[in-house]
């Protein structure tokens, strides 16, 4: 269990510090006490991290020994899923539902109703993606100023009366008004969902929280598609179907907005669930991410500094490349199916086995990602099934006979679906400083929109049945990410060597463990294999909550590969 005890006081219990560093565990002799508490990771410097909120709580158990056994850490983690993870998947889950009704609506008429004529639906399409990179600036620096706890709940409350309203439009300008501002409100819950699972969980453990909200692009196509089935046989004199829709998402969307004001937690150090003990324990879990918890400080400096970091443009481009097919399939997959022959009904059942891919994918994608340590080889294994679906698509012709495999080919696109959530959780865990976080999270999220706004342009209507200039454009797209991905992951090569030789200059170790990309065994054997072979050197971790960037900390390992237990050594070389 958690034990608070003095310098120098022994732990009651021999099971191990998961992820701390060896520094932070007692000593037995009156020096190293001493040297412990003078030397605490705990101390902030002068003038440095300051503003970093983790560092007042953390601050009061100065010259005190953390132990939390793998038992508490278990429990720990299962308290915060169990209060993090519900919310944030409705939210999700909302947002996309309410993202992508345009595309179910499609399959009922609106174009007809409203007067879509020429690129109109295109248009609409893309337009709540306009809105969302117009949105982006702003929403950097209102999610490093305000609490989460009562803007996400605002946002939420906003776009689904917004999508209410939607409703009441009977053409194309009332409709790209609706969707405009339906896109501005929902462009701060990407970024907003990834900085809470940075601010909540271990490095290790952030990938599978964010399939977890993330895989609601399968089951929006899963659940989504039955409610839209189902509405779609509701005849009334006064709304059409797609009406229907709109009214009835955008008020559930406002309910759950009001009530998330009573229920979305804050960070680990203002959150209502947690006791005092549990937050610095929440918040130790952390040290060895040195990505810090959170500042309500914007920094310029880390501004330019994420402006002037080759990484991030890498992750910006690849995520423009990445999600031009994923946009495309979003606004115009419906349309696709029903240019094999299919009736709208069908259609929307029909993205049903769609969806059940998407999440397969998903999580096979982090599974392989925690398993085997990487996120360049998931995105690479993504792009394959992905490249011979379009090639089915542009040769086989549209006749009643071709279905099957058209069908079976729509359904590889949904393998795809692991490369973008990869992509923003290999981002996620490679910058530090809470303004850089934010801002490069916010580039990224641009890059993920640009794409979104894009896709839909290259498809036009008229291109039916076969939309081979999509495709082929598509096609582009998949090679120019491969690229990318090869090209990020030399330059991250190069940071981590970079960083291992200042390092070596201070006279420290120029290999160190990265305990937060290993689990909580993982980490103890790597501590064990460093005392067998008489290792000197510490761990990382003492500049944690010093709010210092990735490019500052020279401790801060580029994680696309982890250390094997095998490999593991700290020895100078």
Not at 181 to 205: D, N, V
Not at 403 to 414: D, E, S, T
Not at 479 to 506: D, F, G, M
Request: proline share 4%.
């Amino acid at each position: 269990m958690f034990r608070k005890n003095l310098a120098g006081g022994k732990p009651d219990t021999d099971v191990p510090v998961d992820s701390l560093p060896r520094s932070q565990v007692n000593s037995s002799s009156d020096m190293d006490k001493e040297k412990q508490v003078s030397n605490s990771p705990t101390t902030p410097r002068p003038g440095v991290g300051k503003h970093d909120e983790a560092l007042d709580l953390v601050s009061s158990y100065e010259g005190c020994s953390i132990h939390i056994s793998p038992e508490e850490n278990a429990r720990l983690l299962r308290k915060i899923d169990r209060n993090l993870m519900p919310i944030m998947f409705i939210i999700y889950f909302l947002q996309l539902a309410d993202k992508q009704i345009l595309s179910f609506a499609s399959v009922f008429g609106i174009s007809s109703d409203t007067d879509l004529v020429g690129e109109d639906y295109s248009i609409l399409g893309s337009m709540l993606y306009i809105a969302q990179v117009v949105a982006q600036p702003i929403s950097a620096y209102i999610l490093v100023r305000l609490r989460l706890s009562k803007y996400i709940p605002a946002i939420v409350t906003c776009w689904g009366a917004t999508l209410a309203c939607m409703a009441a439009a009977h053409n194309f300008r009332g409709l790209l008004a609706a969707r405009f501002f339906l896109g501005a409100c929902e462009a701060s819950i990407t970024p907003a969902f990834i900085l809470i699972t940075q601010f909540w969980y271990r490095r290790h453990e952030q990938g599978i929280r964010l399939a977890i909200w993330y895989s609601n692009y399968g089951w929006v196509n899963i659940f989504g598609s039955l409610i839209v089935y189902g509405l779609g046989h509701i005849k009334s004199n006064a709304l059409h179907s797609y009406q229907i829709m709109f009214l009835l998402l955008g008020v559930i969307t406002c309910l759950v907005g009001l009530l998330s004001f009573f229920i979305f937690p804050d960070n680990p150090v203002h959150c209502k669930f947690l006791t005092k003990e549990e937050k610095f324990m929440a918040i130790e879990r952390l040290r060895t991410n040195q990505q810090g918890v959170e500042t309500k400080e914007f920094k310029v400096s880390q501004v330019i500094e994420m402006l002037c970091d080759f990484k991030s443009w890498c992750w910006m481009l690849l995520a423009v490349a990445l999600n031009i097919p994923g946009g495309s399939i979003l606004a115009f997959g419906p349309l696709i199916i029903s240019g094999f022959g299919f009736d709208g009904y069908n259609v929307t059942l029909l993205l049903i086995p769609y969806g059940a891919m998407q999440i397969i994918s998903l999580f096979i994608g982090f599974w392989a990602s925690k398993r085997f340590g990487v996120k360049a080889p998931v995105i690479l294994g993504c792009l394959l099934p992905a490249v011979a679906a379009c090639v089915v698509l542009l040769r086989v012709g549209r006749d009643k006979k071709d279905q099957p495999a058209l069908v079976a080919a729509f359904y590889m696109l949904g393998l795809y679906n692991a490369a973008s959530p990869t992509l923003l959780n290999w981002q996620a865990s490679n910058v530090a400083g809470h303004t850089k976080k934010t801002t490069s999270t916010a580039l990224v999220t641009a890059g993920v929109i640009g794409g979104n706004i894009i896709g839909p342009l290259l498809f036009s209507p008229k291109d039916k049945p076969y939309y081979h200039r999509g495709i082929v454009a598509v096609l582009c797209c998949y090679a120019a990410s491969a690229v990318i991905v090869c090209i990020t992951v030399a330059y991250l090569w190069h940071l981590n060597e970079w960083n291992r030789k200042r390092r070596l200059a201070r006279g420290e170790a120029g290999k160190i463990v990265d305990y937060s990309m290993l689990s909580v065994e993982e980490a103890e054997k790597a501590r064990q294999d460093q005392d067998a072979s008489g290792a000197s050197a510490r761990g990382i971790g003492n500049h944690a909550f010093e709010d210092l960037t990735d490019l500052q900390n020279d401790e801060f390992i580029l994680a696309e590969h982890r250390y094997k237990i095998r490999r593991v050594n700290t020895e100078r070389y």
